[in-house]
């Protein structure tokens, strides 16, 4: 199937610095990415959809200029976390789609801010 | 709202058949799915149907969709300690984004 890679796996940072998560379809061109983000024992809560060139659209509560994604192209997006704080620590999880039917799901990134 | 609902936590023994009921909101939905996350991983797709079917099996595991109560569950077959991981069903609402809304996960905790 499919595969989706996510880099890194998991990273550390200082409070106030800013972390940059990618987001890679390795075998085909996703229409669309989106990001979520899955709190200890908690589901996934969808961040935003990224469509490639175009600005993503944000869920509600989620805020844009706190966590920046790009799309530049059809088989990468990233998602920066400006200014990290400690309850940004979290674990955050892509997909891509393929025709719109099925999401392809990256490992996901666990950010612990300290 | 969209809250697709899940029982939080389900044990059995190894052998034995475990049943992961969903109730999801959209009776637009196309597709629903089953996803399983290992921990610390990511989701992995175990299963979809689509919203004309009432069941799907594929292996030890096979999905009944009641449309009418909105209801959605995942049968394994023979569970085994592999299984243990929080399975999420998921739908895509039929508003056009295929953006998928979750459920709140079930943790299967397999018993050897």
């Known amino acids: 199937g499919a595969v989706v890679s996510q880099h890194p796996s998991w990273v550390i940072c200082k409070s106030g610095t800013s972390v940059k998560i990618e987001c890679r379809s390795l075998?085909?061109?996703?229409?669309?990415m989106f990001w979520y983000r899955q709190f200890p024992k908690q589901s996934l809560m969808l961040m935003a959809t990224?469509?490639?060139?175009?600005?993503?659209?944000?869920e509600q509560g989620v805020e844009k200029d706190k966590f920046l994604i790009n799309h530049a192209s059809l088989t990468l997006s990233t998602l920066t976390v400006t200014s990290a704080h400690p309850e940004d620590s979290s674990f955050y999880i892509c997909s891509a789609t393929l025709r719109n039917t099925e999401a392809f799901f990256g490992q996901g990134t666990r950010l612990t801010v300290v | 709202g969209e809250d697709v609902e899940q029982s939080l936590f389900l044990s059995v023994r190894e052998g034995d058949s475990s049943v992961i009921n969903c109730t999801y909101t959209?009776?637009?939905?196309?597709?629903l799915y089953w996803y399983k996350q290992e921990p610390g991983a990511g989701l992995q797709l175990l299963t979809y149907?689509?919203?004309?079917?009432d069941m799907k099996q594929d292996q030890r595991l096979t999905v009944l969709l009641n449309k009418k109560d909105k209801h959605l569950s995942l049968r394994i077959a023979d569970t085994q300690t592999g299984d243990s991981a929080i399975y999420f069903c998921?739908?895509?609402?039929?508003?056009?984004?295929?953006?998928?809304?979750f459920g709140t996960g079930t943790r299967l905790k397999v018993l050897a």
């Open positions: 075998d085909f061109q996703a229409t669309t």
């Open positions: 990224s469509n490639e060139g175009s600005k993503a659209t944000y």
């Open positions: 959209d009776s637009s939905s196309t597709y």
């Open positions: 998921a739908e895509i609402p039929a508003s056009g984004t295929y953006k998928y809304i």
């Open positions: 149907i689509f919203s004309n079917m």
